[in-house]
Nanobody, 112 residues
Framework: QVVESGGGLVQPGGSLNLSCTASRMYFSIDILAWYRQAPGNQREFVAS???????NYADPVKGRFTISRDNAKSTFYLFMNNLKPEDTAVYHCNRGGPTGIWGQGTQVTVSS
């Protein structure tokens, strides 16, 4: 099980930090990722981090978003900076790849 938190309403140019807490078993070796789904769109990849902290980002968020992990807390994060209205979506955390475990999602709304 994974549980997201940290979503909300923010103005364009603002920041949010999402968290995803998971069970401890095998957490340190799992690949972890964030995806998002905007209304009317398919779920899309946002960012991922491997067990050895190699990160990957979708082009629209490069330079603005940062994914990180804290194995001691079995938690990973998505720090989102310089948010844009097109970042509005439900953000889902994922553990273990697309066939792994998904969270229910947390709403992020970027609007003035």
């Amino acid at each position: 099980q994974v549980v997201e938190s940290g979503g909300g309403l923010v103005q364009p140019g603002g920041s949010l930090n999402l968290s995803c807490t998971a069970s401890r078993m095998y957490f340190s070796i799992d690949i972890l990722a964030w995806y998002r789904q905007a209304p009317g769109n398919q779920r899309e990849f946002v960012a991922s981090i491997t067990h050895n902290n190699r990160t990957n980002y979708a082009d629209p968020v490069k330079g603005r978003f940062t994914i990180s992990r804290d194995n001691a807390k079995s938690t990973f994060y998505l720090f989102m900076n310089n948010l844009k209205p097109e970042d509005t979506a439900v953000y889902h955390c994922n553990r273990g790849g697309p066939t792994g475990i998904w969270g229910q999602g947390t709403q992020v709304t970027v609007s003035s």
